[in-house]
């Protein structure tokens, strides 16, 4: 008798969950990375000598493939305008890191742009959190938040909502 175990999470979270660990390996205070999501399957098409490094179980979930050489820009959002992906990249992910205060903490902040955020990453309540959303052409989409003070893999969290504007951006770089 063969037992067939149904995946616990979608190729898209599995993925997700490994880019996360990959990530926090390198600890914190990191520039955003970015990562090109291709199915296994189609990678070891094109790559048949990356057979040996992928594990049979993993054929028809999604390979991460970090992009390196981010282009130097005044705003994550100025990057991901740039971006266009060719059809063989099946969807994008990307870590990056942020300061989170309380909404008070934001209410008479500086005009001066450096000087705001000197504010904030001064604040005693602010947290330092990484996020890694990854998005595919189909619209799926995962996010995770990993706490610097929680700083366990047991302790990140998930959830559709976390980051809705950088699903809604990684997801137009995927757009023809």
Sequence with gaps: MTIAFQPIFSPLVTSALETERHVAGAGWDQPPRLF???????????????????A?????GLTAIE??????ASSLESI?????????????ALAVERLV??????????????????????HPDRKDVRLLVAVLRDGESACLLRQRDHDTDDKV????????????????????
């Excluded at 049979?56 to 028809?60: G, I, Q, R, S, V």
């Excluded at 500086?110 to 904030?120: K, V």
Aim: proline share 11%; charged share 30%.
């Design 80 to 92: 991901l305008a740039q971006l266009a992906w060719p059809e063989e990249v099946d969807g994008v």
């Design 157 to 176: 969290a998930s959830g559709p909502d976390i980051a809705p504007g950088l699903v809604q951006a990684l997801s137009a770089t995927l757009q023809d």
């Design 101 to 122: 205060v309380p909404p008070e903490a934001e209410r008479d902040l500086p005009g001066d742009p450096e000087e705001a955020a000197e504010a904030l990453a001064a």
């Design 56 to 60: 049979e179980a993993e054929e028809d």
């Design 36 to 54: 090109a999501l291709v199915r296994t399957a189609g990678l070891l098409e094109r790559e048949p000598h990356l057979r040996t490094q992928i």
């Design 67 to 72: 992009q390196e050489g981010l282009p130097d």
